[in-house]
């Protein structure tokens, strides 16, 4: 699941402007807010709402999919709004070469533990 669909993920710009995603800087769908010089937060709800929106619980592609879980269909917000599909992650396309890094990987965290 990619940060720009956390609801307390945000980017700050220098001069204050609020973004989700970290590629799309320019992006006027991607200005959801400003930070005001005293510490508020000014959020753009109908700019916000696209980035947060679940959408795992109206794509019935995502309701069947092993990786819910840990995508929730949001693996890239961004995408889906561009483009209107799935933006199913590396992982979905080619499994059966990542099953063996995930495992090699949690291997090396109960090692370091
Ligand atoms: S991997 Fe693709 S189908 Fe599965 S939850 Fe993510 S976006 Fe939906």
Redesign the pocket.
């Known amino acids: 699941m990619c940060y720009a669909a956390l609801p307390f993920s945000f980017v700050v710009r220098a001069d204050g402007r609020l973004n989700k995603c970290t590629v799309a800087l320019d992006d006027e769908r991607n200005q959801v807010g400003r930070l005001a010089p005293d510490g508020s937060l000014h959020l753009d709800q109908d700019r916000l709402r696209p980035w947060l929106v679940d959408n795992?619980l109206t794509?019935t592609?995502?309701q069947s999919?092993a990786?819910?879980p840990a995508?929730?269909?949001a693996?890239c917000p961004l995408d889906r709004m561009n483009t209107g599909e799935?933006?199913?992650?590396d992982a979905?396309r080619d499994f059966k070469a990542y099953l063996p890094l995930l495992l090699a990987g949690r291997q090396e965290v109960s090692v370091t533990q």
């Open positions: 795992a794509d592609g995502c999919c990786l819910r995508c929730q269909g693996a799935r933006p199913c992650p979905k």
